[in-house]
Each structure stands twice: as C-alpha cells, then as structure tokens.
C-alpha cells in the first residue's frame, strides 16, 4: 500500500500538505463533501469563497494530508496504512462557482479533490455547471471527476405505476450511461459514484455493487476497512458544517470498527416513527482505547444513551418521532489515549403516507 501511495506521490497525485506524509498506524480517511462555493447561492449547500479558503489553510497549516480518491481506495481496499490525518475533498454536482471559486485555491495549495457530476443536468443546464472542457482542464490538474447520476433523482423512490424492472432501467439510466457519458468525454475513469441526496437502499446498492462502483453517501464518519463500498461516509463541509470549529473535531475522528448494524435496511416504514438502532463493534486491538462508558448517539436535538447487551454491541432508541425525509443518527465515543473520537453516524429516511419526502 504505503508503494502505491509513494507511486501516486511520485505522479503527481498524492499532494499532501505536510512536507512528508508520515506513515503511522492511520486506518481511515476523512472525506469531505462540498456543493456550491459561493456566497450567493442557497446557505445550507454552499460555503463562500473566503471560508473554502480558510478550511484549505486549516488543513495546511495542520498538517494534514490531501489525498486523492483512489489513493484512498487503493490503501483501505487493500488493508495498507493510510497517511496521519488523511483527508480526502470532494464536491458534488460540479456547479461553475467550483471552477470559478475553489479551483484556483485548490491549485495554489496542491490540493486533489473530485468532482462528482451530472451529465444530463450538465447538458440541459450549460453555464449553471462546468462543462467538459472545464472537467478536462480540472482533470489535468489532478482531479478526479466522477458520478452524481445524469439528472439527479430521488433514485430509491418509486414512481407512480413502475414495476421493479421499470425500476432497474431507471438505475441503469441514471449511473450506467452517466458513466457512459464521463467516459466517453474524459477517457475511462474509475467508478465511483455519489448518490444524489446521499439516499441509497440495499436494492440499489446491490446494483451499484453488481456494476462493479464505490458509493458515496452523505451521512458521516471516517472511510476506513470498517466501511461497506456502497456506503462510505463523508462529511457535509458546507452549510452550518462549514464551521472550523465544529469542523475540526470530525477532521480529527476515528473509525469506530463497526461490524454489524441494524436496521440494514435505511428506508423506514412510515409507521416506524421511533425505529431502534442496534451497533456491533468489533473487539479489535485498539479496542480498549474506545470510551464504550462515554459513548453517545446524537438525533436531531436529542442526545441518546446507549443500552449495552453486551461488552461490545449496544443499541439506541429514538426517543422523540423520526422526522419525514432523511435523518442522521451519530454515535461518537471519545478515545482513551487522546483527545480525539470514535465516530459512526447511521443514515435513515422515513417517508411520509404517499412514499414521499422532501427534497
Ligand atoms: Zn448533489
């Protein structure tokens, strides 16, 4: 593993911001998710200009180390060690103020990042969103441009009248010739995919996996060994999380090694007003350094008290109704040995009598 970074490193594509990336006993990756970078376009998916700065500064000045996506895939696919304080920066929906706002900044600070893209909405809506020449130019620059769906749809929800075949042709559209599309424009690239709205089932990522793509959600916690490759975490950098201060403490978490979860499946029924989450870890040498005591599950404004069933699988009950729409329930533990935090964040959607939720 440590050959392949040093290989990317040699390429050009591992540019990390500490002068040498240390090779210590680092098993995850924080990747973080952006949208818009502008100070005019919707709050809660955007981050201006002047803080997408700061958070690049932040993490130069910390030493932490920006790698690229498959560099990070490479070494937790393959079980190697990671770089300390490995960080990974991606955007979704490719929107021109990321060409016009962040590129150069991202540039100037050698800093990888990938793009994840829309090829239909790209088509329809030119100027709104970087075209081909615009990811062509970023792609030689040492980004990764990757896909977001062709037209950004609600993919897990049904519509009116279509059968589970009608279904599967949809997903087919969506990823399938979106990645086409990529392909054809930028040469071959690798499959990985970020679900729009960060909603996945398992029917879908059964799919996903069957097309042989890694999938990115939006709920967060580290990328480590611990994660499933239709389900890896990020962390939402924009909107209220584009604060440093709040950012800093999920730039420094840790994988909680997770080995089983339920529910499995994140579509609750609709009646499911209080579901119970139920988490497994598993007892591996750092184990001990998990304040199991001092865990916490966190849902909406409710903090939650684990009931542990035994020394190393404990569950959550919510304790006021699941909002319609998507929820996130994070569970962090602090670590013994320093101050840092185990994380683990639990992605559900409750929709509402019709099948349906908010954007
Ligand atoms: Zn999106």
């Given at each position: 593993m440590l050959n392949k970074i040093a290989v990317s490193a040699a390429s050009g594509l591992?540019?990390?911001?500490?002068?040498v990336a240390q090779a210590g006993t680092a098993d995850s990756v924080v990747v973080l998710q952006y949208h818009h970078v502008s100070g005019?376009?919707?709050?809660?998916?955007s981050i201006d200009p002047e803080t997408f700065r700061q958070h690049l500064q932040y993490l130069q000045d910390n030493n932490f180390n920006v790698i690229d996506i498959t560099s990070a895939r490479d070494a937790i696919e393959q079980g190697g060690e990671l770089p300390e304080k490995a960080v990974v920066i991606t955007f979704d929906d490719g929107y021109q103020n990321v060409y016009e706002n962040a590129v150069a900044a991202l540039k100037e600070f050698e800093m990888p990042y990938t793009v994840f893209v829309n090829p239909e909405l790209m088509r329809k809506h030119s100027g709104h969103y970087m075209g081909w020449e615009e990811l062509k130019e970023i792609q030689k620059n040492g980004a990764t441009i990757a896909n977001h769906?062709?037209?950004?749809?609600?993919?897990i929800r049904k519509q009116e009248g279509e059968s589970d075949e009608e279904w599967q042709e949809r997903m087919r559209y969506d990823v399938v010739t979106a990645q086409q599309a990529i392909d054809e424009n930028l040469g071959e690239q690798q499959k990985y995919f970020a679900y729009p709205y960060g909603e996945y089932n398992n029917d879908l990522r059964e799919l996903l996996n069957e097309w042989g793509f890694f999938a990115f959600a939006q709920h967060s916690g580290p990328w480590s060994k611990w994660s499933e490759d239709t389900m890896i975490t990020r962390f939402p950098a924009s909107g209220?999380?584009?604060?440093l201060n709040t950012l800093k403490a999920k730039l420094n978490s840790k994988a909680m090694p997770v080995s089983a979860y339920q529910?499995?499946?994140?579509?609750?029924?609709?009646?499911?007003?209080k579901p119970t989450i139920s988490i497994t870890l598993e007892e591996v040498d750092t184990f001990d350094d998990i304040r199991t005591d001092a865990l916490q599950c966190f849902a909406g404004g409710s903090v939650l008290k684990p009931k542990w069933e035994s020394k190393t699988q404990f569950s959550v009950t919510l304790e006021q109704d699941i909002n319609i729409g998507r929820s996130r329930i994070n569970c962090t533990a602090p670590s013994a040995s320093e101050s840092r935090y185990y994380w683990y964040s639990v992605a559900l959607i409750r929709p509402d009598e019709s099948g349906r939720w908010p954007d």
């Open positions: 591992l540019l990390g911001c500490s002068p005019s376009t919707p709050a809660v998916t769906g062709q037209t950004h749809a609600h993919l209220i999380y584009a604060n529910p499995q499946e994140p579509l609750v029924a609709h009646d499911n007003t």
